[in-house]
């Protein structure tokens, strides 16, 4: 059994929504040069390989998670892996990926994205004395794939990518545990992960060009906000920002080093706010 320690190393991550932000940070480099498609200058835009994004451009985009610290009660465990904490009917629930990839993610021009992540090696634990258990036979159907939405935003003077799902309850993936009998009341369930949220660049270098980039959910900046949203009806309601898990409240915990291919080519990557 095993507690998240308050010290861990990672205090994000991409998880479905922070994985799907593949593309929404640069890291230690160069200075992007600005959003230009013939004149004037637009902004928000993405920078990649170092040139503006004007039309839509497809890659992959791979997310290592960063190593998270647990107490097992007699010592630390420590795991690779991008971690939902939420709360089910049965408790606190942990739902862990140690492995995420964008297999289809689309760059478009004015600073938005769309795609496709996939999460594998995926495993559930559950609060008992105080400590997560992991449920070895109560692993969520895999792969995990999850969908929705990017677009370049800039909040109190400081630049997000902001993360929602699709449809008009903003879904980014349902997931489903197995109907084994072995699950402590999960068996046979399925949840929507849903919501919207921020994804910042860990060392506040969102307009910077590199490689790899170290990226964490930005969960208290979203909960401050309402967002307008225009459903399939046209009608435009305002949603609170935050992640759920069916009813449950969620987030992502871990962090993740993101780096994005065009074809087999890895390249430098970045977004200009407004």
Known sequence: ???????????????????????????????????????????PCWMLGGANVTSNTTVKAVL???????????????????????????????????????????IEAGGKASGNVEFNECTTSLSEGGH????????????????????????ESEPYARVYGNGDELVFAEVKFP???????????????????FVKDCKKLFEKEELTHL?????????????????????????????FFGTHSAKIDGSGILEVFKGTTMETFSGLAS
């Open 132 to 155: 997560m258990k992991l449920l070895p036979n109560c692993n969520p159907t895999q792969p995990i794939s999850a969908g929705g939405h990017i677009e370049i935003v800039l909040h």
């Open 215 to 243: 990226v964490e959910e930005a969960e208290l900046q979203a909960l401050a906000l309402e967002i307008e949203f225009e459903k399939s009806n046209h009608e435009k309601v305002k949603v609170k920002g935050g992640l």
């Open 1 to 43: 059994m095993s507690k998240l320690k308050n010290n861990r190393l990672g205090l994000i991550g991409l998880c479905i929504t922070a994985a799907l932000s593949l593309m929404a940070f640069g890291a230690a480099g160069a200075q992007a040069a600005g959003c230009t498609a013939g004149s004037p200058t637009l902004k």
């Open 179 to 197: 109907e084994n009998g072995l699950c402590s009341g999960l068996e046979g369930n399925t949840f929507k992960v849903k919501g919207w949220t």
């Open 64 to 106: 290592s998670p960063e190593e998270i610290e647990f107490e097992n009660g007699t010592g630390v465990d420590k795991v690779k892996a991008a971690l939902l904490l939420t709360e089910t009917s049965v408790g606190p629930t942990w739902i862990s990926c140690k492995k995420a990839e964008g297999t289809a993610v689309t």
